[in-house]
Structure formats: C-alpha cells, structure tokens
C-alpha cells in the first residue's frame, strides 16, 4: 500500500511537474497528512526535493513546490544497432548525464559482414561499465538498464529472438552480459530498439494530444515501434513491428530474411550506400554512424546527382509500406527516426503529400514528422524503461545517507 502510494506520487510530479504537497493531495486523493508522510519518505531517498515557492494561489499562505529530485537515481539505455552501438544515462529529471556511441565491431568475410556475438558484447559491457563509472562520478544510483537489439526480443530469457541484419538468432544477450559484469550488472530488461524509440518520443508527441503513433526506424533494417490508445504493442509473441519485411514486391530482391521483395529492400540504408562509390567513407562500417550521415550530407549539399536521384524516389518506396501502416493501425503521427529522421528536409514533406492523396477520409490523415531524439531515440527509451522501475517502486531506491535530504 505504501510502495503504491509513493509511486503514484513520484509518478505525478514525475508526469505533470512540480506542485505543492495541497496540489498533490488535491489532484492524487490521498490525504494532506499522507502526501506530508511520503514525501517525507522520497525526499529520504533523493527521488524528490523542496522547489521554489509557489505563489500562483491568492487564498492562504503560498505552499512550497516539490519536484523530482534530478540529482541521485538514474538508468542506462544501451542500443545494439548493426551501425553503432549507443549508451545514455539519464537521471530521474530526464536529462543525459552521460552518453557515448562506438562503431558496431564488424568481421570483413568473403560472405560480406558478419557481426559475431562474442566481441559485440565485450564491447557492450564495455559500454555499460562506462556508464555505470560515469554515474558513480556522479554520485548516481542505478536503478536499472535496458539493452535495445534491432529484433524481437523473449522478455523473459532476455534473449534476441531474432536479428536478421545482424545474422543473430536466439542470442542470450542478459546471460552474455551477467558474465561479464557479474555483480556489477545492474537489473536487465531487453526491448527492441523500435519499440524503445517509440517509447521514448510518446511523451513529447502526448503533450499535443497524440496517442496513436507508429515510429519508424529506417537502418540497413526498418522497424516500427506502436502505440495505439498510449500502450505500446508488442503483439502476442513480441514481434509487432518487423515491418521492414511487409512484402511489397514478390519479384523483388531477395531480403536478409530470406524473403523476396521486403520493404527494407526498397527503402533500408543500404539502398543509399549502394548509390556511392565502393570505398566512399559512407559506406565504411568502421566510421561513425554520425560522420556517414554527415558525409551524405555533404555530398547532397554538393549536388551529387546519384543521392539527389535516391532521395527523390525514396518518398514513393516509403509510402508504399507507411500506406499499409496507416490502413491497418490509423495512427494519428509517424515519426521519422534513424536515417530517415536525419535526412527529414527530403523526406517529411513528400511523405506527407504522398499520404495525404490517398486519404479515405480527412479524419483519416496522419501527421509525418521527424524524431527529436535522433540517433539516441532508443537509448533514450532504454533508460526511461529502466527508470521506470523506481517510478513503480520507489523503496528500491536506497535512503540517502542522514541528514542529506533536502525536503
Ligand atoms: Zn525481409
């Protein structure tokens, strides 16, 4: 009773701002002298403090604010992407307090690329270990981490079930990553890179009334993270999303998936790097993923006729497989994310125009935009997940030492 009292309070200063303990009692029901006592108990455990006095109310003497406390709990989003591998800490008030992006380590074969486990998750837990060193610096306490592949995940294995841009097949990434960290691993969730990213901008887009959204992630892969009435839908076995293989072309080319003609044939970023020179920089998958864009960017900007070509078509290819979203899930926004969000000045308008023509009804249409989180968009979910632990549990979070509360 208790645990679920704090967190409907640290949950309603976390979602709404800070407010005075009238406020809270007011908007939550609990009683003054309840609201008082909790407080009290978060306050011991750094998750909320005293803010500036509130002077708004005309009637009685002004009430002092409370508000998240930014200062002591945080989490870790750790995102698997075949081009990168990304890690954010966030604290409790939302901001990063540490972030970093690695190239994916990747093995040349005469096969192609082949992303092998072992080395990728030696340097995840690197990663992590770089977090969890930055949050100590910071004298931050973890409340959790949540690791982003790009497939679906098997929650209760924390495994990849499956990752076709990677070759990866029923990876037991929690266990991998236990026995590198051991102790020092704080409590894992796995989720998929889309579905976090999703997550992650749901927030933003609630705030103008948004509810209903599907975000894209276009990579060598695409994927699509749901929310529909503001849940997430995972789909009855976790794979909701893998919409990157929609067939759209039986006679298209055979797609890593080993179908023919999948969406991400058609639009994945792959079909842009194809267009450049073998040995362009773009193409190396040694080089950040942020320099690659960069250097597609500065080649556009210079009027290069084969990305001009590519990116004047790509509209119609996206419209294709965003039509059959649309059709079947009527979300009311699409967010734009990976490379598509990096390239939304010749996507975005096109996209929109596209869909708008084919609209059953006006009630029907759909506002295209581009993700403001960008290339952090799923490590940013990750760790909001994480912190999510502590949102619904706050005695997880250890009391301060005496005398350090400061409400
Ligand atoms: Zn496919």
Redesign the pocket.
């Known amino acids: 009773m208790r645990s679920a009292n704090l967190s409907l309070l640290l949950r309603h200063l976390h979602d709404h701002g800070g407010r005075t303990r009238a406020a809270l009692s007011q908007e939550t029901g609990l009683s003054k002298a309840a609201v008082t006592s909790l407080i009290a108990d978060l306050a011991e455990r750094g998750l909320v403090q005293e803010g500036k006095i509130d002077r708004r109310g005309t009637v009685g003497r002004p009430g002092t604010e409370v508000r998240i406390d930014p200062g002591h709990a945080a989490g870790i989003g750790l995102e698997l992407n075949v081009d990168y591998l990304a890690v954010s800490l966030r604290d409790l008030g939302g901001q990063v307090r540490f972030r970093s992006s690695v190239p994916m380590p990747l093995v040349d074969g005469p096969d192609g690329r082949s992303y092998p486990p072992g080395p990728v998750l030696d340097l995840a837990a690197q990663q992590l270990r770089e977090a969890l060193a930055a949050a100590g610096a910071e004298g931050l306490w973890v409340a959790g981490a949540t690791i982003a592949p790009p497939g679906p995940v098997d929650y209760e294995g924390a495994s990849v079930r499956f990752a ?1 841009n990677l070759g990866w097949s029923d990876v037991p990434l929690g266990r991998a990553l236990e026995q590198r960290l051991g102790t020092d691993l704080p409590p894992l969730s796995l989720e998929n890179d889309a579905k976090l990213s999703a997550l992650a901008e749901a927030p933003r887009l609630a705030r103008q009334g948004i509810t209903d959204l599907v975000y894209l992630t276009g990579d060598i892969g695409v994927g699509a993270g749901i929310i529909a009435d503001g849940n997430l839908i995972r789909g009855w076995s976790g794979f909701s999303g893998e919409v ?2 929609i ?1 759209l072309d039986p006679a298209g080319p055979r ?5 023919r003609g ?4 058609l639009v994945g970023f792959d079909t842009v790097l194809a267009v450049l020179d073998a040995e362009d920089p773009a193409r190396s998958g040694r080089l950040p993923m942020q320099e690659r864009l960069r250097r597609i960017r500065t080649l556009l900007d210079a009027g290069d006729a084969r990305l001009e070509d590519r990116f004047a078509r790509l509209p119609e290819d996206l419209v294709r497989g965003a039509g059959v979203l649309v059709d079947v899930l009527n979300p009311q926004a699409i967010v734009l994310g990976g490379y598509f969000g990096a390239f939304a000045d010749r996507l975005v308008r096109p996209v929109q125009e596209a869909l708008d023509l084919r609209l059953l009804a006006q009630d029907g249409r759909v506002e295209v935009s581009a993700s403001v989180l960008g290339l952090d968009a799923a490590a940013a979910g990750g760790a909001a997940v994480a912190l999510e632990r502590v949102l619904a549990d706050p005695l997880l979070a250890p009391p301060l030492p005496a005398g350090a509360a400061r409400a």
């Open positions: 076709s990157g293989h067939g797609c890593r998936c080993g179908r999948c969406w991400e044939t």
